[in-house]
């Protein structure tokens, strides 16, 4: 295991975190309850993980299979890999702010 991806094997949620990565996969829309933007990307250190963005809060990201992205936004473990969410402002404050970063603009 590499040192960067050791903390995707903890089951430590809601650490706010900073990720680089390679978009993999496009997946569709999750429309249950707020709507949410899904895609896996990969990170430096052969970690996959999936990216969960509310597209009721925040523009959708006109994303591509080998795009690279800066994320930031809370991890909560899985058994896959884990899942990054709260890409956006917090509309009531519990949040730290996140945002990803595609092409030059700050989707936040």
């Not at 990170?43 to 690279?68: A, F, K, S, W, Y």
Request: charged share 25%.
């Amino acid at each position: 295991m590499s040192k960067s991806s050791w903390r995707y094997h903890i089951k430590d949620d809601s650490t706010i975190i900073e990720e680089v990565g390679v978009v993999i996969k496009t997946l569709t829309d999750d429309l249950e309850g707020d709507q949410h933007q899904r895609f896996i990307i990969n990170l430096n250190c052969d970690q996959t993980i999936l990216i969960v963005h509310n597209i009721d809060l925040v523009d959708r990201i006109p994303l591509h299979e080998g795009d690279l992205v800066e994320v930031c936004g809370v991890y909560e473990y899985n058994d896959r890999g884990g899942l990054i969410h709260w890409t956006h402002r917090d509309p009531v404050g519990n949040h730290k702010p996140g945002w990803i970063k595609h092409a030059g603009k700050l989707y936040h």
